[in-house]
C-alpha cells in the first residue's frame, strides 16, 4: 500500500481536529459539519461506484434510499432493534445495486447514466405507490427511531461514521483493486486484454458503493427521525453528491471528503447573504471555475502543492 | 504432441460479408508465423476470435489441444494467448510501471487486495521492453509511438502467454525502434515464445517469422516458407498488386 509516516500524522491531526471541534465552534456550525459527515459519506460512496470505474451514477439516491427505507421500515413498523436493521438494511442495498450490473454489462458512459436516473425515479413512484402503510407513501416517515440526542451526540455520531468510511475506503483502494478499477475507466477494455474480468470488478465497484450508500442512508435516518421520499429521490440532491466529489476530486476518496465540506461550508456560508436558490448559482460558478483551472479537484491542487515540499523527496 | 494454436474451418461473418472465410492453419510450438494480406483482408479479425472479443460463427479455435472457442478473453488469457493492438490502448493516467502492474494482477479480488504488487517483476518487464530507468514513472502522454508499443508489449507478457499475437507492431515506428522491438521479439522466440504476427512491413516481418500465411478476402490463399508465399501469383496480385 506504500504508507508513509506522513499518511499516518495527517490522519491523525485530521482526526483529532474534528473531534475537538464540539469544543471549538457553536452547535449551530455543527449540525452544518453534520450534514458535511453525510455528504462526505454518499460523495465518497459515489466515488467507489462512480470514480474510478467511469460507471457515473445519477440514481444515487436509488441506494441510499432503500437503505434508508429499508431500516425505516423495520425498526418503525416491524420493531425490529436498530443493531439488527442497519446490517439487514445494507445487505438489503448492496443486493439492489447489483441490479446496477444488467445496464453496466453493455452499456456505457451516458446511457449507463441515464439508466441509473431511471432507477431513482422508478423507486420514488414505488414508495408512493406500493404499500404506503408501509413506506408513509408521499408524506414519507416521521418519529424514526433516533440513534443519538442533540447536535454534539449527533456530530460525534456521523463524525465516527464518515471517518470510519473514508479510511477504510482509502486503504481499499490505496491496493491493487483501487488501481484495476481506475484501469476501467481508462480503458475497460485493455483490462480485459490484461485478463482481468471487468464485470467481477464493477460489480465488486457496486457492492462496496452500495455498502457505504446503505449505510450512509440508514445512519442518516437514524439521525434525522424521518424520511421524506420528494427531498431524498431528488436530482438536486444527486448534483450535490456528483459535485461534492469532482469538486474535491474524484477517484481519491480524500477529494470527495474534501468537497463535501468545501460545498456544504460555501452554501452555509452563502446562506444570510442569499436565501433562495440564487446560492445554487454560486456554487455552480465555482465547481465550473473549478473545472476550468484544476478539472481533477481540490485534491490535485493540494497535491501540486505539497509534491514541492515532500517529507524525504530529496532522499 | 497438441499444438499452442490451432484454428480448424474458422468463419466469421458481418451481414452478408464473410470476413473470415473456413480459415485453418496451426503454430507448431515455438515457431513464429507472419499474417500477411492486404487491408481489410481480415487480419485482426482473426486475431479478435482467437481472443474471444469477436465470436466466430463456426469452427474451432484450440490452444494447446483444449476449444477455446467459448471462453471469455480472461479466461483465454489465462490459459496463455495474449495480443497487442494496432492502435495502443494504455492507462492514460498511469505510468509505465502501473501500467504493467495491471497486467500482472491476477484475477482475483482478494488477492489484488491482500497482495501488493511485485515491484521488481514490474520493473524487470519495463527494462527488457527496452525502457530505461528514467521512463519508469512516466506517462503514456509523454512517450512516442514506439514507446507505446514497447508498453503493449510489456503489458502483454505481463500476462503470462506462451502464445503472442502482435498486431501490425511496426506501424508508426522509426528504423531505430523497428529494430529495437524486432530484436526484442528474436530474443522472446530464442527463449520459447510462440508468435502469429501480422504485419504490413515485409521487410521488418521476414527475418523474424519461420513461415508466413496469406489471406485475402477472409480466405487463406497461401501458406509456407515466406519466400514461397510471397512469390505465390495469388498473393503476388493481390497484396502486391502485380501480376
Known sequence: ?315 | MSHPLEITNLVKRFGGLTATDDVSFHIEQGQSVGLIGPNGAGKTTIFSQIMGELRQNSGTIRLYGEDIGDLSTPARIRRGVSRTYQVPRPFGDMSVVENIRVGLMPDSIWKMITQGPDRDREIELALSVGFSENDLNRRPDELSMGDLRKLEMARTMATGPSVMLLDEVFAGLTKGEISQIGELIQQMRRDGMTFLIVSHDLGALEPLIDRAIAINYGSKIAEGAYADVISDPNVRSSYLGVA
Open chain 1, 1 to 315: 500500500m506504500g504508507l508513509r509516516w506522513y499518511h499516518f500524522a495527517m490522519w491523525a491531526g485530521f482526526i483529532a481536529l474534528m473531534y475537538a471541534m464540539p469544543e471549538l465552534v457553536s452547535k449551530g456550525t455543527l449540525r452544518t459539519f453534520i450534514f458535511a459527515n453525510f455528504l462526505a459519506v454518499f460523495a465518497i460512496s459515489w466515488d467507489v461506484l462512480s470514480g474510478r470505474t467511469g460507471y457515473i451514477s445519477f440514481g444515487h439516491p436509488f441506494l441510499i434510499g432503500i437503505g434508508a427505507y429499508t431500516t425505516a421500515i423495520l425498526t418503525k413498523r416491524f420493531d425490529v432493534a436498530i443493531e439488527i436493521s442497519i446490517p439487514i438494511a445494507v445487505v438489503v442495498t448492496m443486493i439492489a445495486s447489483t441490479l446496477f450490473i444488467l445496464p453496466a454489462l453493455r452499456i456505457r458512459g451516458s446511457y449507463f447514466a441515464l439508466v441509473t436516473l431511471a432507477f431513482m425515479e422508478l423507486i420514488y413512484q414505488l414508495v408512493q405507490v406500493i404499500r404506503p402503510d408501509l413506506t408513509g407513501g408521499t408524506r414519507g416517515m416521521s418519529g424514526i427511531q433516533t440513534l443519538t440526542r442533540g447536535a454534539v451526540n449527533g456530530y460525534y455520531m456521523s463524525l465516527s461514521l464518515m471517518l470510519a468510511v473514508a479510511i477504510s475506503m482509502w486503504l481499499l483502494m490505496r491496493t491493487r483493486v483501487g488501481t484495476a478499477l481506475s484501469a476501467i475507466g481508462m480503458s475497460e477494455d485493455s483490462v480485459l486484454g490484461s485478463g482481468l474480468s471487468t464485470t467481477r470488478l464493477k460489480l465488486f465497484a457496486f457492492l462496496t458503493g452500495a455498502f457505504v450508500a446503505g449505510l450512509g442512508g440508514a445512519f442518516y435516518v437514524h439521525y434525522l427521525g424521518s424520511i421524506a421520499p420528494r427531498a431524498l429521490f431528488d436530482i438536486n440532491f444527486v448534483f450535490t453528491i456528483i459535485v461534492a466529489a469532482l469538486i474535491g476530486g474524484s477517484s481519491t476518496i480524500i477529494g470527495p471528503m474534501v468537497g463535501a465540506f468545501f460545498l456544504t461550508y460555501l452554501l452555509e456560508y452563502l446562506r444570510p447573504y442569499l436565501p433562495g436558490a440564487e446560492r445554487y448559482f454560486i456554487y455552480g460558478g465555482i465547481a465550473l471555475l473549478l473545472y476550468m483551472y484544476q478539472p481533477k479537484g481540490i485534491y490535485h491542487i493540494v497535491m501540486q502543492a505539497w509534491e514541492r515540499f515532500k517529507p524525504g523527496k530529496s532522499a
